[in-house]
């Protein structure tokens, strides 16, 4: 076992408390009203050791975005055009209170974005390689931007619409709903590229 271990353990155990108090926060106000101090409290922990492992919130729910699409990326069935989607909307299901809560305030709006970003780049990486391959009609660069923009627009338009009737808890519906819409749209785009 390394030296490092407990530390390791340690820094794992104080950043989940932060993202924990970050989080149970968020379902009780605005996000802009929080402040570092609100977190460092509710973590109990002094307001040091919060900057120790983040800049500011900002960086901090980034950082816990980043976790999640991590996460959806490592549970992704191999070889599936899109397998991010299945994990991330099981991942939704699994915080679904805390989704719901947040979507009726205007921490929403930061949370989509958020999720929009992650969604784009993933879809980016993607049909990267596909431009890269010798021999192999690529998809232009504006072509994979707007495959990007259509597919993170349907994926979070299906996790809104599922949260505000409250059928964030099926994932695999929720999946093939947005892959109803992402899939077609996403080939229309890539096939209407100029030869």
């Known amino acids: 076992m390394s030296e490092n271990a407990?530390?390791?353990?340690?820094?794992?155990?104080?950043?989940?408390?932060?993202?924990?108090?970050?989080?149970?926060?968020?379902?009780?106000?605005?996000?802009?009203?929080?402040?570092?101090?609100?977190?460092?409290?509710?973590?109990d922990v002094v307001r040091s050791t919060f900057y120790m492992h983040f800049t500011d919130k900002d960086e901090m729910l980034r950082t816990a975005v980043a976790h999640v699409r991590d996460w959806a990326v490592a549970n992704a069935p191999p070889g599936v055009r899109f397998g991010f989607s299945e994990p991330l909307f099981r991942h939704a299901s699994e915080v679904g209170p805390v989704l719901r809560t947040v979507a009726q305030r205007q921490t929403w709006g930061l949370v989509h974005r958020l999720f929009s970003e992650i969604i784009g780049e993933l879809v980016?990486?993607?049909l990267l390689p596909a431009r890269q391959r010798a021999g192999t009609v690529a998809p232009d660069a504006v072509a994979v931007d707007a495959v990007a923009h259509l597919?993170?627009?349907a994926w979070t338009s299906v996790l809104t619409w599922s949260l505000e009737r409250d059928r964030a808890s099926d994932a695999a519906e929720m999946d093939r709903l947005f892959r109803a819409f992402a899939l077609p749209g996403a080939d229309a785009v890539l096939s209407a590229q100029p030869a």
Request: proline share 2%; glycine share 0%; hydrophobic share 45%.
């Open 151 to 153: 597919v993170s627009a």
């Open 6 to 43: 407990p530390a390791d353990r340690r820094v794992r155990r104080t950043r989940a408390a932060l993202h924990n108090a970050l989080f149970a926060l968020m379902l009780e106000k605005d996000y802009d009203a929080i402040t570092v101090q609100d977190i460092a409290d509710r973590a």
């Open 124 to 126: 980016r990486k993607e």
